[in-house]
Structures are given as C-alpha cells and as structure tokens.
C-alpha cells in the first residue's frame, strides 16, 4: 500500500489485527458507533498469529471446538463442517474464521495492513493527550529496529505520520522472535532461521530436496510444533533443549485425568474450585476469599496445594508417557514442579504422537547449551565439544516482550509501563521502592511463593528490599546463576489491571493482548471493554489487591513524587507494582516475571475486571452452588455482557 492512503488524524487508533485489535475494534464501535476508527498491521492478512502467511500445513490451536470463539459470534456459522467436537481448529480454519469475524463487524475497511508502526509520540502538552505515530511499509522493515539509526533519514515517500486520540497498542507477544545472538551466526553457512521465519517458510522447507536434517533449538510450545512438523514429513531432527534454559514445557493431553474424572484441561482452569488451589494476588475477586485464605495461610491449605500441584504434573508426566517410553521421551520431563509454569503448560494437539518419532530416531534430544555456531556445525557446550551438522537451525526461543513500537518521549517509559532500558535514576529507585514492599506483602500472604525455583536475573533488576528475611531469600537465589547477572535487560510490562499505564492522567493508551493465559478469546473480549470503560472514563472505582494497609503506608513517601509528577494516585502506582511482581514469584519457569502468565488464575482475573465495569462476577446461577458445582465457564456464560455494561450505564445516567 502507499503511505497516501492513510488518514491525517481518527480518533482512535488500534496498531494490530490479530485477535485483540479486532475484538477491542469491534466493541468500540459497538457502544461509539460515530467514532472514526484505523488499525494498522504490518502482515498481508488479518489474524495476527493466526494471520494467513503464518498458518503453515497442520498447525493447529491449542483449543477444540468450543473455546476458539467470540460470544457472538459462533466458528460453524464463520466455517460450517470446518471442525467437529473434540477436534483442535486448524490454522487455515482459525484465520477463515478471524477474517469472517472482520467481515461481519465491518472492521476490514478500517484495517491497513502491510503498515509498520515505528514510533508513538505522546503529544502530553495537550490538555486532552493524543498520539502522533510514524508509520513505513512493511517492505521497508526488512532492516533490525536497532539498525534503523536517525529515523530523519528515511525519506518523507517512505513515511507517514497519523495522529489519534486514543491510541489502543494490540501487538502482542509473539510478533518479533528474539534476535539470534549466538557466536558466529553471521558466518553460518546453512539456513538460520527464527520461528516467525519458520512459519512463513514452511511449504518451501518441507518439500526442499535440500532440507534432510533440521537442527531445532528450544523447548517451548512453537519448538515442539517445528520438531512434530518436520518429523512427520520424514525429516531428521536434533532438538537441542538448552540445559540453561527452562527446559521442556509441560505438555498435557487435551483431556487428562484427575483420578478416575476424565477432565477437559481448557475447561478445568476456568473451573472455580480448582482456582482456589493456585496462589493469585487478585484471587479474592472471585468472591471465595475466605476459603483462599484457609489455602494460602493455614499449614494444611498449604499441604494441600503443594500436594494438588505435585499431582497434577505427575500425572501429567505419567499420562504421557514420560518415564516409560525410552531414554530419548524421559529427556522431555520437565525440571520443576507445575506450579511454577504458567502458560508453560501446554497442549498435545497433535494427529499422531509425537514420542514415536524419539523413539524410532527420527528426532534425537539433545541437552545442551550452543557455544558457538562455525562453518556448517554446532557447537555444543561441554568438557568434551561435541558438533552437530544440520541443513538448517531454527531457533524457537523465545519472543520479545515488548511492543515493538519506539515511544516518545524516553522520560515517559516509566509513566507508561512499557518494558525500557530508559528509566531515569530517580524512576529506577522509586519503582524498586514500590517493587520492594509489593514483594514483602506477596510473600506474607502467599508463604509458599518462597519456596519457588531460582529467580531469574535477566529478567528484570531486583529491588531494594525492605524486609532483611525476603533481601537474603532473593539475593542467595541470585548469586546461583552469576552469569546471567551481566546481561541487559529490559524492565517487565507494569500496566495496572495488566491493561493501562499506571501513571497517564490523559487516559489516552491502553495496552491489550501483554499478557499470556488460556482462554484467549474470552480474556480478549472481557479486555477489549474494560479498555473502553478506562479510555472514556466510565470506570467504577477499582477495588484494591492490596490487603496490607502497613505496606501502603510505608509506600507512600516514595509514590509522593511520582504521583505528584504525573497525576496518577498512589494506589495506582502500588497496585500495579503488585500486579507486576506477583508473577515474578508466582511463575518463575514461565515468563511471570516479563508480563502476566497465568492459567488457573484467569476466572479471578475476569472477576477482577467485570467488578471494575460494575458488571456481575457470578454467572452460572444459583448463587455460590452454581459457582461451585456448576463446572468450568465458556464463552456462553459471558454472552451479552457488552450491551449488558451499556444498560447499566444507561440506568446509571437516568
């Protein structure tokens, strides 16, 4: 497309048309139908992830028929006889069914793909805010972000500046793999290839006479999917699992079995008892605080938890086989117990399964870090180097987790919440100030959280602590990965609600999509409304995390400053520290302590924002019994609820 085509100014701006952009678009629209509204993309379809370039032959979702949906929006009606029950949505399917949802919304004539955002700036000397961002083609992208130098240079025919309103950020976090940095990439002879280019280059890389032996490197879910997919096509593959790293995934069968009950995983986590067995920071939303806290501050809630995670990946790890299937499956248990995963535990949402191929040699483990790439070989780590020569590396390991947008002014970042090297010394202090007691009030309503894996140091930089106990918990979990210790990093997400900046008195931003959970589409929606609450101020007043009057009183010297500076309320800034730290503790094998990565916890976080929009938590009927025995919650439960939060404002105002 041509950079003419875009409009000067709209009043709300969404950069993404992936499931979040799509969904937060169409609710917009739905309760401000005369509001002039852009989305910008930088792929050639809409979709996002399940964006049509992306869906290779066989990947599917992780979800079956059932919760791949909207509320209104039923994936049959999209793609009739597409998918049966019981039977994961393939990728073609997902993106038919994205692109009809577009279609049937009127969403595709505000949607500019093929469109890289490249800068926001915050135009906050303006009484109402707004946004000026700098967009280029994608074509022109091709270069590293780090690379780009003085924007001044790209010409005014590459460039196009829109200014916005509003501005709604639906990037997500898997839009840019993390850059490939091993020692001697660049000189690699074979194919080096990310995840992202991976996916788009699938086809070619399946059917090339060239491509006999792939080297895969990583652990997660996208690793797996990469292994299954060459494996299947009769490739060899080397699956390096980094012993560095986090290890392998937890990767559960669709249905597993909690003793004799054969359980839909997907539908088990929006369970509510099960809910009351995973320690969240926003639990008490749901409504079951005092049998949450019999479980968190009690010996024997506490005995029960542990032994309820200890079980669950057991047999999890027995219903797959791990142990039994040969020296090369047993190479894929994960290190650490459940709890501590996140969305770490995944789905087995495969035809076949994909332990054979271990078994038969077609895929061979190996657990070891990389040294160094030279010529045509991989060097692996270890007294004794070992190489290994491939056709082709892909390395699955991971994803950036900020929004890959450069906003301005740098002095703003932290205001913002955005992940940032560019924290001034006084913003770096006051947030470990506030870090530093949100840890002291996790760990006294959550014991167990102390007993966690070693906390990873590159993740984020660790505060100053308050309490001398918790300072030598954290700093000798520390001084056991020294080397991790030297590397950069950016700060984690800090969003309040895991939505909007704590510290933006324009209300002008929100951030959807930085987080990672299950029931993704449900979460989008839920989201996409409460960032149209906050954008026009339509909020009830939020109900606090915090149940520690000591730790906010403490807190408040150093919030002084901040609050005074931007306009946000102190408890603001102190319920964001805690949404942010609580998966630092809570998830620290998965990625808790980037952004929100939570599984269990996602009924309550749903509580959490309905109670802010003032809205109903309980939906099953039959007040608590149909909370408790109803089972998990789908998609039918929140049906309506956009135009039910439109009439009870509409009764509010009369």
């Not at 070891?368 to 007294?383: F, H, M, P, Q, V």
């Not at 082709?392 to 913002?416: Q, V």
Request: hydrophobic content about 35%; some cysteine.
């Amino acid at each position: 497309m041509t950079m003419a085509e875009l409009p000067q100014h709209t009043d709300v701006l969404i950069i993404g048309a992936g499931i979040q952009g799509l969904v937060a678009a169409k609710t917009y629209l739905q309760l401000s139908p005369a509001t002039s509204i852009l989305i910008l993309d930088s792929q050639s379809s809409v979709g996002g992830v399940w964006a049509k370039e992306n869906c290779y032959p066989g990947l599917k979702t992780n979800n079956q028929l059932g919760t791949f949906e909207f509320t209104d929006f039923d994936i049959l009606d999209a793609c009739p006889g597409a998918v049966k029950k019981g039977e994961h949505i393939p990728g073609e399917v997902a993106y038919e069914y994205l692109l009809q949802y577009a279609k049937k919304f009127d969403l595709l004539k505000r949607v500019r793909l093929g469109c890289k955002v490249l800068t926001a700036e915050h135009l906050s000397s303006a009484t109402d805010g707004g946004w000026r961002v700098t967009v280029i083609p994608t074509e022109d992208t091709a270069i590293p972000k780090a690379d780009l130098g003085d924007l001044s240079t790209i010409s005014r025919t590459q460039t196009a500046t829109v200014t916005a309103s509003k501005l709604l950020v639906c990037t997500g976090l898997t839009s840019t793999p993390l850059p490939i940095s091993l020692p001697g990439s660049s000189s690699y002879i074979p194919l080096l290839l990310s995840s992202n280019d991976f996916r788009r280059q699938a086809t070619d890389l399946f059917s090339s006479p060239t491509i006999n032996h792939v080297a895969i490197d990583g652990g997660g879910k996208s690793a797996y999917d990469a292994v299954y997919a060459f494996a299947t096509r009769g490739k060899k593959v080397t699956w390096i699992i980094r012993e560095s790293g986090h290890g392998s995934n937890y990767m559960a069968p669709a249905h597993i079995y909690l003793g004799p009950f054969r359980c839909w995983l997907e539908l088990l986590v929006t369970t509510r008892p099960l809910g009351w067995l995973s320690p969240c920071i926003w639990g008490d939303s749901d409504g079951f605080g005092s049998i949450r806290r019999f479980f968190n501050n009690t010996r024997i809630g506490r005995f029960i938890v542990r032994n309820f995670w200890k079980k669950l990946g057991g047999d999890v790890i027995v219903q797959t086989g791990l142990r039994e299937k040969g020296p090369e499956v047993e190479k894929l248990i994960p290190k650490e117990e459940a709890l501590w995963y996140g969305t770490g535990v995944s789905i087995m949402n495969y035809e076949e399964d994909i332990h054979r191929y271990l078994q038969n040699g077609t895929v061979n483990v190996v657990r070891r870090d990389i040294e160094r790439l030279e010529g045509r070989k991989i060097i692996l780590k270890g007294a004794a180097e070992e190489a290994i020569e491939a056709d082709a590396l892909i390395c699955s390991t991971g994803w950036r987790w900020d929004s890959g947008i450069e906003f301005l002014p740098k002095s703003e970042h932290a205001n913002l919440g955005i992940p940032s090297a560019e924290y001034t010394p006084t913003q770096t202090e006051q947030w470990a100030d506030l870090d530093a007691q949100a840890d002291v009030e996790i760990l006294e309503r959550f014991p167990i959280l102390g007993h966690g894996p070693s906390i990873r140091k590159e993740d984020v930089t660790v505060p100053r602590a308050v309490n001398a106990s918790i300072a030598t918990t954290m700093n000798e979990k520390l001084k056991a990965e020294p080397e991790k210790q030297r590397k950069e990093q950016l700060t984690p997400w800090r969003l309040f609600r895991g939505i909007a900046p704590p510290a933006n008195p324009q209300r002008d931003l929100v951030f959807l999509g930085m987080m990672s959970s299950f029931q993704t589409m449900l979460r989008d929606e839920v989201a996409a409304l409460w960032a149209y609450a906050y954008l026009n101020d339509a909020l009830a007043p939020p109900v606090g995390l915090s149940t520690h009057p000591r730790s906010l009183q403490s807190s408040e010297q150093h919030t002084k400053e901040i609050s005074n500076a931007t306009g946000s309320k102190s408890n603001w800034l102190y319920e964001t520290a805690l949404f942010s730290r609580f998966g630092r503790w809570r998830y620290p094998m998965g990625y808790g302590a980037r952004y929100p990565d939570f599984v269990f916890d996602a009924m309550a976080y749903f509580d959490l924002l309905m109670g802010d929009l003032g809205l109903r938590q309980w939906r099953k009927g039959w007040g608590w019994v149909g909370e408790v025995f109803g089972g998990g919650y789908m998609r039918g439960d929140y049906k309506g609820f956009v135009e039910e939060w439109r009439s009870s404002r509409e009764k509010t105002s009369t």
